[in-house]
Nanobody, 114 residues
Framework: QVQLVESGGGLVQPGGSLRLSCTTS????????MKWYRQAPGKQRELVAA??????IYGDSVKGRFTISRDNAKNTVYLQMNSLKPEDTAVYYC?????????WGQGTQVTVSS
């Protein structure tokens, strides 16, 4: 059974940091591209960051502030979020994809507010 479980979300003040984790099971993690998406109320889901074998890509709004990484030994992908802004408030989702196979986590809420 495939599982993607996000953790690490919460309430943080503007300028603060959070580290999200997505622990997975049920598929060969190292063979999959791993991505973080987010969805704010009333907005479409958007790509935040993606990591492939070694290469990474970032959404324009998070470049220079967020870092995605993966630990294939732990079947886990991370998202380090620094210099958080109120507009980063959203539910953050973990995604795994390879060819026609795609899996999603349930999401973790990140709220940036003073």
């Amino acid at each position: 059974q495939v599982q993607l479980v996000e953790s690490g979300g919460g309430l943080v003040q503007p300028g603060g940091s959070l580290r999200l984790s997505c622990t997975t099971s049920g598929f060969t993690f190292s063979n999959y591209a791993m991505k973080w998406y987010r969805q704010a109320p009333g907005k479409q889901r958007e790509l935040v960051a993606a990591i492939f074998v070694v290469s990474t890509i970032y959404g324009d709004s998070v470049k220079g502030r967020f870092t995605i990484s993966r630990d294939n030994a732990k079947n886990t992908v991370y998202l380090q979020m620094n210099s958080l802004k109120p507009e980063d408030t959203a539910v953050y989702y973990c995604n795994a994809r390879r060819d026609s196979y795609e899996y999603w986590g349930q999401g973790t809420q990140v709220t940036v507010s003073s």
